[in-house]
C-alpha cells in the first residue's frame, strides 16, 4: 500500500474509540488524583484502599501469570515472514484475512462502482500482464507450501479506478484476499511498465508476508498495553500518543520497508532493472516536494506516519541492489538472450 490502508486504519481508530470509550467508564468507581503518578479509588463502602503503583503491578502473582501466559502465547504464535525471514506475531488464520478482505472489497466497490476502467481498456491488459508474470514467480519461488496453495486459491483481481488528479493522490492498495486497487493519479508516476512492476510488486509483497494478520495480530496487544498504562497514570491521551509513535507506526513502517525488499526481489526475479524502482520513487519524492514541502514538518509527519519517508525508501533500495544484482546474475538475466529464456523458464517450470 502506497499512501493510505483505507480498511487497517478504520480498525485501528475503531479500537482508539472502544479503548477510551472503556477508559471513559473508569471515572465513576475510581477517583484519580491527576497530581500524582499513580491511581488511587475507593471501595463501594468508601474506605481507603492500597494505591495502584507500577511495583504492586509487577509484584501481583496474577499479573506474573498473565505476562508468561502472554509471552507463551506470543512464542507459541511466531511466524517467518516469506523472502525477508523476519519473525513476527500472527495468531489469525489465512481464513480469516480472505473474510475481511472480502467483506473491505464489496465496499471499496459499491464506493467506486462508477469509476472503474474496463477490462477491455489496454492499460488494463498491460497491468494484468505484468501483474501475472509476478504472481507466478511469487508463488515458484515461495518455500512454504501452505503459502503457495493459498496464493493459489485466492481469486486474484486488479481494479484501475478512475479519479481526478488533482483531489486524488496517486494510491495504490491491495486487500488481505486478493484485490488489488490502483489509483489513475498514480500513473504518471509510475511512466511505463517498470513503474507499474514497482508498484505491483510492492503490493503483492503485501499479501505474500500477509502483513494484515500482522496487524490484526497486534491490536489486542497495543489495547491490552494501553489499559495497563491508563491503571497506572490515570491519563489515556498520551499514552495512545506514544503507543501509536513508538510501537504501531514503527511497525507499520517495517511492513512497508519489507513489502519494497519483497518487491524488489521479485523483480529482479523476473530480470526487471531494478534501477527503475529506484528512478519510481524518485518520481514520487518529487511529487511529494511539490504536495508538501520538506524540513522539519517531514519529519514529526514521519513519527506518525504509517509509512516510510520516500527518500528512506529510495536509499534503502539503493543499498539492497547488490543484492538484486546477485540475483539477477544468478538467474543468467546478463547472458545474451538468456534472460528472457531463464524469466519464461523460471515463471513456467518454476525455479527448479
Ligand atoms: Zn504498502
New binding site residues.
Partial sequence: ??RSRPFMASVMASARTNLKRTANRFPSRFQYTPSRHYASYRRFDNSPTPSITLTNFLYNRNNIYLGLGLVAVYVYNLDEAPFTHRSRFIWIPYWLERKIGDYSYQQILYQYQNDIVPSSDPLYGRIRTIMNRLLTSAINYSDNEKQREHLKSLDWTIHVIKVDPNKVPPNAFILPNGKIFIFSSILPICHDDNGLATVLS?ELS?QLAHHTLEQLSSQPFYIMLSAILYSLTGTAGLNDLLILGMLQMPASREM?SE?DHIGCELLARLCYDVQEAVKFWGRMSDFEARMNGSGRQALLQEFFSTHPATGKRIHDIQGWLPELEHIKESLGCYQYGMGDFNRLKTEFFGKK
Fill in positions: 500500500m502506497f510492492h503485501h512497508e513489502a
